[in-house]
């Protein structure tokens, strides 16, 4: 069963551009998740779809990120624009439903470099 | 809210030595505990997890004990390798709500 694909894999961008990267979960898990980790700490979740809706966003920093989940697979998400303390690793992660028992299963992370 | 506090890193030991992390959380409800680990250019992988009290996960002869009298989820080794060099990091989920919360990770390194 092929895991959870991100790309691009590094991605180094000046502050104030925009950058986006991409998710594809595992086929056929309904929900998705984008964590940021920045270095030295755990991932902290940004947002949560369940099929193509937003579950839970309520840590994103909605003025420069936003996300998407077009036709409930797929998804991306945008900086625009990027800050220094943007500089982290992206980790998207996918299970088969929301709820406790659920497990997560993580992609190898996008990790940007702000300058 | 809840929270996961573990040991400060980074944590080195020889080959063969014993391995304990600790982690400690705080939570409200039942939650379910876990310890992912991350191998160097990798993504998070679920090493084990326990789901109620007194249950213990284990895996890879990695081994963890949930105790909520002491609301603790320490993991344990008894003869660590090489391979095992890797950051590991203590989660719980269920708490006050389905996220996963996770420590700030433990990077342990293994010396031949």
């Known amino acids: 069963e092929a895991g959870v694909a991100q790309s691009p894999r590094y991605k180094i961008i000046e502050k104030r551009q925009s950058v986006a990267f991409w998710c594809n979960p595992i086929s056929g898990h309904a929900t998705l998740y984008w964590y940021q980790q920045i270095l030295g700490q755990g991932p902290k979740l940004l947002i949560q779809?369940?099929?193509?809706?937003?579950?839970?966003d309520s840590q994103l920093p909605k003025d420069r990120f936003s996300a998407e989940r077009l036709k409930g697979v797929d998804s991306t998400l945008k900086i625009q624009p990027a800050k220094l303390e943007d500089s982290a690793v992206y980790l998207c992660a996918s299970s088969l439903g929301d709820g406790q028992f659920y497990e997560q299963y993580f992609g190898p992370g996008t990790r940007l470099t702000v300058t | 809210g809840d929270s996961v506090t573990q040991m400060e890193g980074p944590v080195t030991l020889s080959e063969e030595a014993f391995l304990t992390i600790n982690c400690t959380y705080t939570?409200?409800?039942?939650?379910?505990l876990f310890w992912y680990v991350q191998y160097p250019g990798e993504g998070l992988q679920l090493l084990l997890k326990?789901?109620?009290?007194?249950d213990k996960g284990s895996n890879k002869g990695f081994e963890a004990t949930y105790r909520k009298e002491t609301t603790s989820f320490h993991l344990e080794k008894g003869s660590v390798q090489v391979s095992d060099s890797a950051v590991y990091f203590c989660?719980?989920?269920?708490?006050?709500?389905?996220?996963?919360?996770f420590g700030k990770g433990t990077l342990l390194t293994v010396n031949p």
């Open positions: 326990a789901t109620k009290a007194d």
């Open positions: 939570a409200t409800g039942y939650p379910s």
């Open positions: 989660a719980l989920r269920g708490g006050s709500n389905y996220k996963l919360t």
């Open positions: 779809f369940q099929n193509n809706g937003v579950v839970d």
